[in-house]
């Protein structure tokens, strides 16, 4: 049988307070989807628990994910990012939150905001869902998509149904739930 998140997260200083407060809960704030995209793209190669660990450093490095304040980004601010020990100093990721942060800030001029864009795809399955995505952000693999969707709510499997938070995130009503 396979270990799930929900079993190896409770009582964790990093991945409890993630499982238990933020995956698989609804978001629609575009600064905080902006955020969880670009950590999922930086968490490709690596384990979870390094992304939550420097979480506080992407922060400080991407201005609290401001997306309006990211797509000002010129070439100092990528060498910043690139010298910046506190985050994962990836030239591919570093250019793909930059752009990526464009190209919501496009979505936000066509369809009001990146939450809309989400929610004017919705429902879809993850093929789908993987095909837009990738059409649409830079660094966006089929498993970048899968753990993005799935930690924002809007596709299943955050939690396991025996899982104390499910019912919690059930409730805040996520996207999946809605179908």
């Known amino acids: 049988m396979a270990v799930s998140y929900c079993d190896i997260a409770p009582g964790d200083p990093f991945h409890g307070p993630y499982h238990d407060r933020e995956y698989g ?23 979870w628990l390094t992304i939550l660990k420097k979480r506080e450093g992407f922060r400080a490095a991407y201005h609290g994910f401001e997306v309006e304040r990211v797509v000002r980004y010129g070439e100092k601010d990528r060498t910043r990012l690139l010298a910046d020990a506190t985050i994962i100093r990836n030239r591919l990721k570093v250019d793909a939150a930059i752009e990526n942060a464009r190209r919501i800030l496009e979505l936000q001029k066509s369809h009001g905001s990146f939450s809309a864009w989400i929610e004017a795809h919705h429902p879809s399955d993850l093929a789908q869902w993987t095909k837009v995505m990738r059409a649409t952000f830079k660094f966006t693999g089929g498993e970048i998509v899968r753990e993005f969707l799935v930690s924002t709510g809007y596709l299943p499997g955050a939690h396991l149904e025996t899982c104390p938070i499910y019912k919690k995130a059930l409730a805040a009503k996520p996207a999946w739930a809605r179908r």
């Open 25 to 47: 809960f609804p978001l629609r704030d575009d600064d905080a989807l902006f955020e969880r995209l670009v950590l999922e793209i930086n968490q490709a190669g690596l384990s």
